[in-house]
């Protein structure tokens, strides 16, 4: 099932629980104080109210992307001309004012229809969201701090708490963690350590993204023009040319399948990411300290890209869209250059990679915005 029609199908679904969830609450003998829910199941607000319990939604995605979303389901933007996916979509009241064309909006919001009984049920739970108690963001002060002021204005309160980056800190877990892959982890692990620091870059457009044909033999002609060392994480599904891979060998490591990103990310050898902008992504690179080549494909990405690249400078636009296939040409200078060891870029990451690690640390803005989270959920005050 293509998406967004398959999680169109999974957010309607779980709407199902909210009345075997309401008779669970009303007959346990003691009942939750409050529900924290994903931003995709806005429908337990209407839960929370009808219990008389806060609600407080969890976005997965950043506060700049929250914004995006707030300010499209509250406007319902339109087209002049149905017909016309170039046409722009303009977030006036979001801080920078940026604008998209048609294609790069929220899939879930370009496909609503006015009085269809689904696309009204989504955007009466993303109002929903709006409408909740609080607002828990895994971002940090420091990334997004003009988006999390905006949602502060936007919400009408300040119950909104950036407590990430939501990882993990220690390493010695990382090497546990996933599903099968063509490489073991030690492999990958020993492959690194024979390389130099920031010398790899590292490919992968995450568990969602099917590269098609034309796509994956672009990447593996710039891989090859570059003359970079690298690890590119495929789906299984990918076929890479097999007489790519085996003119690469000496510098180049295909992993099917799983891979341990925020092991590879982490490691001194990698010095760019050649990423799809995924929001967990974005968090792994951020906090391992490495630049972004960036390619977003859909859904929150191309707004993840622009505070990437526009904004805070850590990574370079290499392509757009789901079905865009880059130059290789180009491409492979850009990759050849992200690990030139020149360009502002690689500043910049390192820059930000301190100021997320001191937001986790005791006394950190992400440490503080948990302290106080907890104490309003453990002591709640206030109207529901």
């Known amino acids: 099932m293509p998406l ?17 969830l309401l008779h669970w609450f009303n007959s346990h003998p003691s009942p939750p104080r409050f529900i924290i829910s994903d931003m995709f199941c806005g429908w337990t607000q209407n839960l929370a109210s009808q219990l008389g319990i806060p609600r407080f939604v969890f976005s997965p995605s950043g506060a700049f992307a929250f914004s995006a979303i707030c ?43 006015s009085g ?3 696309s009204e049920k989504f955007k009466d739970w993303f109002l929903g969201n709006i409408a ?17 002021d905006y949602l502060k204005t ?17 390493d010695s877990s990382l090497k546990q963690r996933g599903g099968s892959s063509s490489v073991m982890v030690n492999d ?6 024979e390389k130099q620091d920031r010398t790899v870059v590292y490919v992968c457009f995450g568990s969602q993204t099917m590269l098609n044909e034309d796509q994956t033999v672009a990447i593996a002609s710039a891989l090859d023009k570059s003359g970079v060392h690298f690890i590119w994480s495929v789906r299984e599904a990918v076929n890479v040319p097999l007489e790519f891979e085996r003119g690469t060998a000496n510098r180049g490591l295909v992993i099917r399948g799983w891979a341990p990103q925020v092991l590879i990310l982490r490691h001194r050898a990698v010095g760019a990411f050649l990423t799809h902008c995924g929001w967990n992504s974005v968090l792994e690179s951020v906090v391992a300290g490495v630049p972004m080549l960036a390619w977003p494909m859909s859904a929150d990405q191309f707004v993840n890209a622009t505070l990437l690249v ?25 990759l050849a250059d992200s690990v030139s060891g020149r360009g502002e870029e690689m500043r910049m990451a390192l820059k930000l990679q301190r100021a997320a690690l001191d937001a986790v640390r005791d006394g950190g803005s992400s440490e503080r915005n948990l302290r106080v989270l907890m104490e309003q959920l453990l002591f709640p005050s206030g109207s529901v």
């Open 4 to 20: 967004p029609s398959s999680v169109r199908h999974i957010i309607l679904s779980l709407s199902n629980l909210h009345s075997p």
């Open 132 to 148: 909740s108690y609080g607002l828990i963001v895994n971002s940090f002060n420091d990334f997004e701090k003009p988006y999390l």
């Open 310 to 334: 526009e904004e805070l400078k850590v990574a370079k636009r290499v392509c757009e869209g789901a079905k865009a296939v880059p130059d290789s040409d180009e491409l492979s200078r850009v």
């Open 71 to 113: 300010f499209l389901w509250r406007e319902l933007p339109k087209r002049e001309n149905p017909n016309d996916d170039n046409e722009i979509v303009s977030f006036q009241r979001l801080p920078n004012s940026p604008t998209y064309p048609w294609w790069q909006v929220s899939p879930l919001f370009r496909s609503y229809a």
């Open 188 to 193: 990958v692990v020993s492959w690194l350590d």
């Open 154 to 170: 936007e919400l009408g309160h300040d119950r909104v708490w950036a407590v990430g980056p939501l990882l993990p800190q220690d």
């Open 116 to 118: 269809d009984p689904g």
